[in-house]
Each structure stands twice: as C-alpha cells, then as structure tokens.
C-alpha cells in the first residue's frame, strides 16, 4: 500500500472529514523557507508552519541544539526532578516578558486551559468565587474544550458541543484597524466589565491580532482599556500571544504595543522555532505567590511531557538565534514589502479589505468560497498558503528572502484574479 493510500484510509488531517475531502500535498522534505513535495516541486512557503518556523526550516544552529540534547537526555519526568534547559528556558522567557513564573506546556490549546485553570485558583485563593471569563468576539484560543468556550461563538465550534461547553462572556471585538478609532468596542467593554466582573475570574484576549477567527489587527488603546479594567475589578489580564509572540507583530509580544504588562501570558507556536510541540504560561509573581500561598497552595497540572529537554534545547537555541539576529529590523521589513505588494490587492472586485502587520499579510474577500480554488492556483504557481473563508493571508519566516516573499503576494493576488475569469 502507498503510503498516501494509508493516509487517506487512517489518517485524519486538521478539521478536515477521513478520508479527506480536499486534496493533501505530499511533502518530502523542507529547507529553509522552501517545501519539497514528493515529486521535487518546490514550493515558497507562506505559511511558517502556521505561526512557527520563524527561522525557517532545518536551520542548523537549531538542528545541532537538538542532536546535541538527543544524546544527553531526550526525555525526563518533570515532577520531582528539576533539569538544566528547562531553567534555562524559563530565564529566557521571564527576562523576555518581565513576567516571573514559568509552567511549561505541551501544547498551546493544553497552555490557555492552564492559564484558564490559573486564573481560577487565583480568585479562589483570594476568597472569591468567580469562574467566567470575557472574551472577544472573533477570538481563537484553542481546540481544547475550555480553550474552544472562550473562542468566538459564532464564528466556531461552540454550536457542535452545545452545553458540553461552559458559558463565557462575549464583548465586541475592536474594530479593525491599528490607527483607527475603537471607541465602541470600548464603551462596550466597560459595560461588559461592570455588568459582569463579580464573577469574573480573567480577560483572555490576543494582542493586536486575533488571529484564526479572522486575522484582525487592531488598535493597541483597546488593550489599554482593558488593563485598566482589569486592574480596577481585580481581573486577571490573560494576554494569549501564542500567535503574536517572538516578534511576529514587529515587537517580542505584541503587548509592547501598549506598553502594558498582562498579569497571564501564553506563548507557543514560535517558541520552538517551529520544531517541537511546546507552550509556556507565563505569570507574574503576584499570581504564583497567591496561589503558592493559599489553602490548596499547588497549581493543579502535570502533563507527562512537562518540560521536555529536546523541546526546551531547541527553544532555548531559537530565542538566542532571534535575539543574536537583526530580527526585528527583518520583520520591519517584511512589513513595508507586504505593505507595497498588497496595494495591489486593493481594488480588486471580490476584495473586502486588505492589512498587514510585521509578518503578516491579509487580503479578505467578500465571500467565503474561493479558498480552496485560490490554494490551488498558488500551489500550482510554486506558492504554500492555506487561506480559509474569506481570508488569503501570509505569515512568513523572518529570513525570507526579498524576491520569494513579493512572489508570495503577486501569485496571492493573481490567484484571487484567477478565480473570477
Ligand atoms: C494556535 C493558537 C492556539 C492553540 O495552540 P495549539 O498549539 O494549536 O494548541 C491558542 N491561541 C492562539 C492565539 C493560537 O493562535
């Protein structure tokens, strides 16, 4: 049997039905900012992996951090046991956010339940009995379930599990737009803060971008606001950079936009640069000590992989590797080329809006039927991206190369032409 005939019958793909109703891609290998499929075709990659190659694939600092670590220690039990590269991670990552106390994750949706989790002992510890959360509208934070009750309702998989799910507390999201105005979803956050924060236990939101349910980018006074909400009702901020962090926004997380501290943080995705699965939660000390100092005293979680010294190694090697490299020159540039390359995207008729930031770069249609059609074109046009709905969009390695990432956006856009014709 080949193995694409074993994949179809047992394999199943991301929300997808098995076999799989679309047709999947043999890949054979990657190499830098290029995808190999079975046939040698080589294709630019637009995606990084969805958010996490930021380096971009098989880079070999990162490699040898690996292979190293492989021989040393691939795997250990976290409880009981304290290692090395997972101290050294966390170091990392407290000098990187400002933030104190690190639990380590295997998973981004597995690191908002935790957060989520944190949050609730956190009140608990102070006495209080508050187990909601206010969440955006167009938010994603997960697949998990609890991850899955604080994403968007309607734009998800709320209705599928019907009241399997705990019910949240949904404000409008900011409009979109860096510069532009967001005061109604500001009045509308400060009603829904005073409405509701006696049984409110957190605010999960993702800075500056919400990113799959709708890749959004908007004003960082909306996050301000939020802070001070926080602040004045004794609600945890929960800051979800899974997406944003390691630069993706053009700052190390995007709540430097604001310049505001989160009381939660998650990061993920980036983190292993794309290597390993692993997620952090990372709070301040007020948060751990509350909790280290009530009644119960132990943060409720565990997983078996916790910490894993291949994942910390490769983590640790990547946020070195971003830091020894002019990344965010790098990703200001990428911004400008996306900025120049979509105006043509512009006037387009099936063209809704386009927008970008750092990174990334989003054309969204008025209608919702032409992704696959669209993936297509670029894929047959030496291009990987994965549009889904409305939305075409790119989110690249910071050591793309000037001429693939234009290439990336003039096939997006003749894709888009193509469908109409
Ligand atoms: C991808 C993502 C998650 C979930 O991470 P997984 O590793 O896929 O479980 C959570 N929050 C945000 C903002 C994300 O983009």
Redesign the pocket.
């Known amino acids: 049997m080949h193995w694409l005939d074993i994949d179809k019958t047992h394999v199943w793909h991301p929300y997808n039905s098995l076999p799989s109703k679309t047709k999947l891609l043999p890949v054979k290998r990657t190499d830098k900012t290029s995808i190999f499929l079975e046939d040698n075709t080589e294709l630019i990659d637009g995606m990084s992996s969805?958010?996490s190659a930021i380096h971009g694939y098989n880079n070999p600092r990162l490699t040898k951090a690996i292979k190293t670590q492989l021989d040393i220690m691939p795997h250990i039990m976290f409880g009981g046991i304290a290692h090395e590269n997972a101290a050294t991670l966390c170091k990392l990552l407290v000098d990187l956010t400002g933030l104190n106390s690190v639990f380590l994750c295997d998973?981004?949706?597995?690191?908002?339940e935790v957060a989520l989790k944190t949050a609730i002992q956190y009140q608990e510890a102070k006495g209080l009995k508050k187990y909601k959360f206010i969440a955006c509208e167009h938010?994603?934070?997960?697949?998990?379930l609890a991850?899955m009750s604080v994403c968007d309702p309607n734009n998800s998989m709320h209705n599928i599990y019907g009241t399997y799910l705990p019910k949240h507390i949904f404000t409008k999201a900011p409009e979109l737009g860096f510069n532009n105005d967001c005061t109604k979803a500001i009045e509308e956050l400060e009603k829904t803060f005073e409405i509701h924060h006696k049984e409110v236990a957190g605010f999960i939101i993702?800075p500056i971008v919400?990113?799959?349910g709708g890749m959004r980018i908007y004003n960082p006074k909306f996050l301000v606001k939020a802070k001070e909400l926080c602040i004045k009702y004794d609600i945890l901020f929960i800051a979800?950079?899974?997406?944003?962090g390691f630069g993706h926004t053009g700052k190390m997380f995007a709540m430097e936009h604001a310049n505001i501290k989160p009381d939660i943080m998650?990061v993920?995705?980036g983190l292993t640069g794309g290597y390993m699965?692993m997620?952090a939660m990372i709070t301040s000390k007020e948060v751990s000590d509350t909790i280290s100092n009530s009644q119960l005293g132990i943060l409720m979680h565990g997983p078996t992989f916790m910490g894993n010294p291949l994942a910390c190694s490769v983590a640790i090697e990547s946020i070195k590797l971003l830091l020894e490299t002019p990344w965010q020159k790098r990703v200001l540039t990428i911004e400008a080329i996306f900025k120049e390359e979509l105006e043509a995207a512009k006037n387009l008729e099936l063209v809704e809006n386009i927008r970008n930031i750092g990174a990334i770069g989003v054309i969204e249609l008025k209608d919702n039927i032409y992704a696959q059609e669209i993936q297509d074109y670029c894929v047959k046009n030496g291009v990987w991206i994965r549009p889904f709905g409305k939305l075409i969009y790119s989110i690249v390695a910071y050591t793309i190369k000037e001429e693939d990432l234009r290439k990336i956006v003039k096939v997006m856009i003749e894709a888009i032409k193509s469908v109409k014709s």
């Open positions: 969805w958010w998973s981004g949706s597995v690191c908002v938010s994603y934070h997960g697949d998990t991850a993702e919400q990113g799959a979800d950079e899974i997406a944003t998650t993920g995705k699965t997620a």
